[in-house]
């Protein structure tokens, strides 16, 4: 990381006049790129909060008024345990009298997701069929991430997800060949609904979309998209994004720019609670060095604690802070989740009438790398 800010002002030709613009300060966790499978981060997630400098750099003394580090860093801080109530009153504060919206997500239920997108759904399109429908494709992802590892026989679930991945990120004939076997040497009978496309026909169709330009496992745009949705909710007019300069986040960036330049009207409904109107109320990112910006500081310690209570809640790891206190902290408005559910009939409630294979046609069309 440079030692001086590095600004990059983008698409400032939407003039706001003299409407004081509003500012989300966002960081991420848990990115590994197109590998969703790394057993040592489980989740991925970000938070955005609205907030400035001066009124973080404010909240930072009054709950850290010991700090001697130059940088806010959840982890950092978490290891000792004389830190760990001023973190939980500071996340409390920022709840209760801030814009916050965290997304988290587990990237095994999401690689799953993915697979059914590229693997599966093109097979029932050819077929006239709605593979979307009332959210089906959640519900099947989360059979296969609860009951898929005994039902398909050991290990062969792992295979399959590897070579898919791998599939999506090499697109050579090769790649698809390993995918197509390690289908077939499963008990995809067991649900051929799901498998049988690949096991039973090697479906071109999938093949196919598994092989396009721009099709990737990078969770990036799926995070990007919920928490943008969220941002477009709470805030009341234009709005700009500040966030840290790391290499992980320069893929939000990019994808950031392609929402802010994307003019088209259009609005999709994501879910009973989610929805995403183009063009956007966001203006403009910016990059940032953190060590300048106490708000991207705050924006690492929410997203850090949520991150750590999602893995402590699975039995992954302990943490530091009581996972279900930080879960309480938050409204429903303010955590954005992606986990697997066995409760088919809200899912199914959930997303009834979400137009899920307009919005994945639309943002492969529009927002995917050429």
């Not at 003039?15 to 489980?42: H, M, W």
């Amino acid at each position: 990381m440079a030692c001086t800010s590095r600004i990059i002002p983008l698409n400032l030709s939407r003039s706001t006049g003299a409407l004081k613009v509003e500012c989300f300060r966002i960081d991420e966790s848990g990115y590994t790129g197109f590998d969703l499978l790394n057993p040592e981060q489980r989740f991925q997630g970000a938070t955005a909060i609205a907030i400035g400098d001066d009124e973080a750099r404010r909240l930072i003394r009054e709950h850290l008024p010991t700090l001697q580090a130059d940088e806010l860093k959840y982890r950092a801080l978490a290891r000792r345990s004389a830190n760990r109530p001023r973190l939980m009153a500071l996340q409390r504060d920022l709840l209760s009298h801030y814009k916050c919206a965290t997304y988290v997500c587990d990237k095994r239920y999401l690689l799953l997701l993915m697979f059914l997108d590229y693997a599966v759904e093109p097979f029932y399109y050819e077929r006239g069929m709605d593979f979307y429908q009332d959210g089906q494709n959640y519900a099947l992802a989360s059979l296969l991430y609860t009951v898929g590892p005994a039902l398909l026989g050991q290990g062969a679930l792992d295979r399959l997800l590897a070579s898919f991945q791998r599939a999506v990120k090499e697109k050579s004939p090769a790649a698809l060949t390993t995918l197509v076997q390690a289908a077939r040497a499963s008990r995809w009978q067991e649900l051929p609904e799901v498998l049988g496309p690949l096991a039973q026909f090697a479906a071109p169709e999938c093949l196919r979309a598994i092989a396009a330009p721009g099709v990737s496992t990078d969770a990036a745009l799926v995070v990007l998209q919920s928490l943008v949705s969220r941002m477009e909710i709470m805030a009341d007019g234009p709005y700009r994004v500040e966030h840290d300069q790391s290499k992980n986040l320069l893929t939000y960036h990019d994808l950031l720019q392609r929402y802010i330049r994307h003019e088209d009207m259009v609005t999709f409904r994501q879910s009973e609670i989610a929805s995403i109107t183009f063009p956007l109320k966001l203006q403009s990112v910016t990059q940032v060095d953190s060590r300048n910006s106490p708000a991207v500081q705050l924006a690492d310690v929410m997203i850090g604690a949520a991150i750590e209570a999602a893995s402590t809640l699975t039995g992954q790891r302990a943490g530091a802070l009581d996972a279900q206190e930080v879960m309480a902290l938050y409204a429903d408005h303010q955590l954005i989740h992606m986990l697997p559910s066995i409760d088919f009939d809200e899912q199914k409630r959930f997303r009834q009438g979400t137009q899920a294979a307009q919005v994945i046609d639309y943002f492969a069309e529009n927002f995917h790398e050429p």
